[in-house]
């Protein structure tokens, strides 16, 4: 059956291989999800969520319950005072956006404390112009670089005594950059340092890609509000799109009248139906989210053994779903990518291509053969095309899809050079 795949013997064997060795990790995975799986049980359980939760509401979406009802159960698995959970985020970056747009003010400072934030918020701030960004309403932005994979903790409390800084964002995930996920005793830790000379600050965390990975989200180790995409883990690969922020409700409410508008806020909103596909993608998160990170965990170990450079390695700690491969050379690479295509569910005989995309500096080449438009929960791998030629792989909605996409794209690299 793998060979009418086009998976050769020797493929299919460094798989079965991998899988016999990766038995304890796959173990820890499993121990993970059960944990996150109890946490979302319980939620339902707590807010009694029944056929009713399921309606939609249209225009205005006054008195939508089920919306409302999502929203305390996200705030209740995620450790938030409440939460904003809504289709009209119309991807993590808007969440991301609406969030910071909710929370400074002109004259305010947003300060980055692992170095440039995601790509996609180069605009947004203004570290590349754009005539709508947060520097152009005079809110100012400073960053700290990391230090040797961690938070360069006497720099950030030597500026904070400066004072003026009414934001700090902590992204865990690493996004295009070629550093190490931030794990939660990383950012606990700098949290509990930020509080040492700051009690006010706003830490705010781009959790994109991190939840369900470990079993303690941000906000139960101090945060104050974290921002994410529900075509990312907490979707589940079921919600078709939309985003949330969660945490102190005082800001939540900020951020609603910011979605929304001022005097709207959290009341407004209509669901057109799509209470159910967030409930159900959440209640399928915990497992989606394992089978992602072993799917990853393999890829890892496999790759590795063929001789290219993967972060993390298939035994260590993972803080997001997120594997990077480094290549070294941009064939390896796009053959990687076009390969993951060859194997995904949707569109699978389109080949991707380097190219310019909105919101990033270099051409961008994108496998995503997905049920939902650039979803990454689904298996996917995407790279801007710059050295060391890094693929950024994230996802797998089921294990053995996500195997066999990998397998796909691990014969599309090797068969080429036999
Ligand atoms: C995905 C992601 C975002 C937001 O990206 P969208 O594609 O707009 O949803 C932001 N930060 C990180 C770390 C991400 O992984």
């Given amino acids: 059956m793998y060979e009418q795949f086009g998976i050769s013997k020797k493929v299919e064997q460094l798989i079965k291989n991998s899988e016999q060795e990766l038995q304890e990790e796959f173990k820890k995975v499993d121990e993970i999800c059960e944990c996150n799986s109890l946490k979302v049980l319980n939620a339902f359980i707590k807010y009694n969520i029944s056929d009713m939760h399921f309606g939609g509401t249209s225009g205005y979406g006054y008195g939508d319950v089920g919306r409302d009802t999502i929203e305390k159960v996200f705030a209740e698995v995620l450790g938030a005072e409440d939460s904003l959970v809504r289709t009209q985020f119309i991807s993590g970056t808007h969440a991301l956006t609406v969030a910071l747009f909710a929370f400074l003010r002109p004259g305010d400072t947003m300060l980055s404390i692992n170095g440039k934030p995601y790509d996609t918020l180069d605009e947004v701030i203004g570290i590349t112009e754009n005539k709508s960004s947060l520097k152009s309403y005079g809110v100012k932005y400073e960053q700290i670089e990391l230090k040797e994979n961690d938070f360069d903790i006497p720099k950030i409390q030597e500026r904070l005594k400066k004072g003026n800084v009414k934001l700090i964002e902590i ?35 781009d959790n994109c890609y991190c939840e369900f990975v470990g079993t303690i989200e941000p906000l139960q180790i101090g945060a104050d509000v974290i921002v994410g995409s529900l075509i990312k883990n907490l979707g589940g ?26 005097g709207l806020g959290k009341e407004v909103g209509s669901t057109l139906g799509i209470n159910k596909n967030i409930l159900q993608g959440l209640f399928m998160a915990p497992s989606v989210v394992a089978s992602s990170l072993k799917t990853a965990i393999l890829t890892s170990h496999i790759l590795e053994k063929l001789g290219y450079k993967l972060e993390p390695k298939s035994n260590e700690e993972r803080a997001d779903i997120v594997q990077t491969i480094e290549f070294g050379n941009q064939e390896d690479l796009i053959r990687y990518c076009q390969g993951i295509q060859m194997g995904s569910p949707i569109d699978a005989s389109s080949v991707p291509e380097p190219w310019d995309m909105p919101g990033y500096q270099d051409k961008v080449i994108m496998a995503a053969g997905s049920f939902t438009q650039g979803s990454s929960i689904e298996l996917s791998c995407d790279a801007p095309i710059r050295p060391p030629y890094v693929a950024f792989q994230q996802g797998g909605l089921t294990y053995e899809y996500g195997k066999l996409g990998v397998a796909r794209a691990i014969e599309n690299i090797l068969g080429k050079k036999e």
């Fill in 237 to 262: 690969g079921l919600a078709p799109n939309g985003g949330y922020i969660a945490g102190k409700k005082e800001l939540v409410e900020l951020a609603a009248e910011r979605l929304t508008a001022p």
């Fill in 171 to 205: 992204q865990r995930s690493r996004g295009y950059a070629l550093r190490k996920s931030l794990s939660i005793t990383k950012v606990k830790n700098v949290i509990d340092k930020i509080r040492e000379i700051d009690q006010d600050v706003i830490i705010m965390i």
